[in-house]
């Protein structure tokens, strides 16, 4: 699924936001990414994304080689990827469904369909009952419940997750967890970057990357 081969990352100005890379992430893996700010977390899924690509080394995602010649391939595979970001990018003024159907606007389907999958998507994330609300009334954790749904109901397989737990305490960031780990499954990976270490469970192929400057360890729990 992902397969990442010496890959390293310097920005312009000379900063190296990662160094010298290896990991592979198989189908059904449940991938959380440690490390304090700065540490080349996020970095590692604009990676991923297709956002930023390898100065050094070589990484394929999904079988699609990462590379600037490549724009078109990654296109495609953006299409079959569920990003949630920091910021939720919901678009005020629409309601929630409005704003689950536009994160399925490239894939071209249906008005029907895209209907039928954010319905779908809402419910997995349990909030049907604010299908119709508009985004600008809902509370922080539900933004971020819309944000997940956006994600998944393109039914990627590959979800990135970028600290989905923040700003959030522990019971609901352990929704948050449980709920994110709820959509793995023999062809679906999740991938999450978090500091909230501590909330970290071993279950299914759970794995822990520590990122420290860059660099990456990482290892199986249990």
Request: charged share 25%; proline share 4%; glycine share 8%.
């Amino acid at each position: 699924m992902i397969e990442a081969k010496g890959i390293s990352l310097r920005f312009p100005n000379g900063t190296m936001a990662l160094n010298n890379i290896d990991l592979q992430v198989e189908p059904g893996d449940m991938v959380y990414v440690t490390g304090p700010s700065g540490s080349g977390k996020t970095s590692l899924l604009k990676l991923f994304m297709g956002i930023e690509y390898p100065t050094l080394g070589s990484l394929k995602v999904l079988g699609q080689t990462m590379t600037k010649g490549q724009t078109a391939g990654i296109r495609r595979l953006r299409k079959i990827i569920g990003p949630v970001f920091q910021e939720f990018r919901l678009i005020a003024g629409r309601t929630v469904t409005e704003n689950v159907m536009l994160g399925m606007r490239f894939l071209d389907l249906p008005q029907d369909q895209l209907k039928e999958n954010a319905s779908h998507a809402l419910v997995k994330v349990g909030l049907e009952h604010k299908a119709l609300s508009l985004v600008e009334n809902l509370s922080w954790g539900e933004s971020q419940r819309v944000a997940i749904a956006r994600a998944v109901a393109r039914k990627p397989v590959l979800i990135l997750a970028d600290e989905p737990t923040g700003n959030l305490d522990k019971d609901n960031a352990l929704n948050i967890l449980e709920l994110l780990t709820s959509f793995i499954d023999e062809k679906t990976a999740v991938i999450i970057t978090t500091h909230a270490t501590h909330l970290i469970e071993a279950e299914h192929n759970s794995k822990v990357i520590r990122m420290d400057k860059g660099s990456l360890s990482w290892e199986r729990l249990g």
